[in-house]
């Protein structure tokens, strides 16, 4: 059965790749969906700007947090925001990631589309049709329900071959997962075993450090009882960004997780405060707008700031459809030529407008730094917090369709 390119793909990857159900990369493809240098840019449209000296100074904070163990890199959701054909190839050459993880199965895809080669694991659920394409591509399965057992002997036996897999259990966040005190039992069948070759085992903490290290004591248990059966586990992972900021060292196990932190986010404000890591990129737009406002007038619907003095205001053409929060009133800045100003009025879907005062020097055309690592003020956590949004939105809801490029070291 073919699967029609639509139906597997989802529109909102942001990626220019184009998929080979058969598992065959259109090569030009493929070379199209290559990020280029950052350059001058003629477009009055928002765009982001990927830091790739970042994320490489956030996997080796990471791993030296972690004790040099294996970085499994996350990056669902469209790379976080930057973007899947762009930061999957540099996470792919780190030495310190040993694979990358997604949870969409057109995620896994579009990392081998754009040149990734090292192990990718599917942690969602996957279709047959869609394991069959993703098993001949090398794509590693997470089976995490007792009834996965019918659908990889039937793959293995398509493929003439056993399937690589982590298995996915369930300690204690019942979200996703096989029960771990039900694992042992499942891996008794002979017909299984010979279907699978089991390279590791990932489990979810629920984030409260207590908790964390009993699930990490249950992954162990399980492992010591699955080997003493004859077979191993292989590397346990499970700690995310959270686990390794705070830290829990207990829930390192084999190889960490993280996630939201390999861009330059923290995912509490205790761990912000240590300073380690650096935000991977920048949302930037042009100003499209410079006028002079009398004091008494007002900007935006409803008239929701009013000049109290003569002042100049500024529009740029950048908007909450673009990911930038529509909270961003309630105390956010914006950079331009180096000075930082207040953003009024009300975010739209496609406007942002920031106020300059009486005798600032902005002109239509320059470039503006909605988010980035250039000042606390505009570091995506400050952000959030700031506009009463979560600080994984501020990543997660990032347009996939803005352009992405990748800046220069340093």
């Not at 959701?77 to 780190?94: E, F, H, K, Q, V």
């Not at 369930?170 to 002979?190: F, K, N, Q």
Request: glycine letters at 10%; proline letters at 6%.
């Amino acid at each position: 059965m073919t699967i029609s390119r639509r139906g597997f793909i989802g529109s909102t990857l942001g990626t220019a790749s184009a998929i080979a159900l058969h598992g065959e990369t259109n090569s030009a493809d493929a070379a199209s969906a290559v990020p280029q240098r950052a350059a001058a840019r003629s477009s009055l449209g928002p765009w982001l700007e990927i830091d790739a000296a970042a994320i490489a100074h956030n996997v080796a904070a990471i791993a030296a947090r972690c004790g040099n163990r294996p970085v499994l890199a996350v990056a669902k959701n469209n790379a976080y925001g930057c973007g899947l054909s762009t930061a999957g190839p540099i996470l792919s050459r780190l030495n310190a990631v040993w694979g990358l993880a997604v949870v969409r199965p057109e995620e896994a895809l579009a990392l081998l589309d754009a040149g990734v080669r090292k192990p990718i694991l599917l942690m969602g659920p996957a279709s047959d049709d869609e394991a069959v394409v993703l098993a001949r591509r090398g794509v590693r399965l997470a089976p995490y329900s007792e009834r996965d057992g019918t659908q990889l002997i039937g793959l293995a036996r398509r493929l003439g071959r056993a399937i690589p897999v982590h298995l996915y259990v369930d300690t204690g966040m019942h979200r996703m997962g096989m029960p771990h005190d039900r694992v042992a039992a499942w891996l008794e069948s002979p017909r299984l075993r010979r279907a699978i070759r089991i390279e590791g085992a990932l489990t979810e903490l629920v984030e409260d450090q207590d908790f964390d290290r009993e699930q990490a004591a249950r992954m162990q248990r399980l492992a010591e009882r699955v080997r003493a059966g004859g077979l191993s586990l292989g590397r346990l992972h499970g700690a995310s960004s959270d686990a390794i900021m705070r830290p829990t060292p207990e829930s390192f196990l084999d190889a960490v997780r993280p996630g939201l932190s390999i861009y330059g986010g923290y995912p509490t404000d205790e761990s912000l405060a240590r300073g380690e890591l650096r935000c991977a990129y920048r949302l930037k737009a042009r100003v499209v707008r410079v006028d002079p406002l009398a004091a008494g007038e007002g900007v935006s619907y409803h008239r929701r700031w009013m000049a109290q003095e003569p002042t100049t205001i500024a529009t740029l053409a950048i908007g909450h459809v673009d990911g930038y929060p529509s909270g961003a009133t309630k105390g956010c800045e914006v950079q331009i030529a180096g000075a930082r100003y207040p953003v009024v009025g009300t975010v739209s879907a496609s406007h942002t407008i920031v106020a300059l005062g009486p005798a600032a020097r902005v002109t239509v055309g320059d470039e503006a730094i909605l988010v980035g690592p250039d000042h606390p003020s505009l570091h995506p956590n400050e952000i959030a917090k700031r506009s009463a949004w979560s600080e994984y939105n501020m990543f997660m809801h990032l347009n996939p369709s803005l352009p992405r490029v990748v800046i220069a070291a340093g």
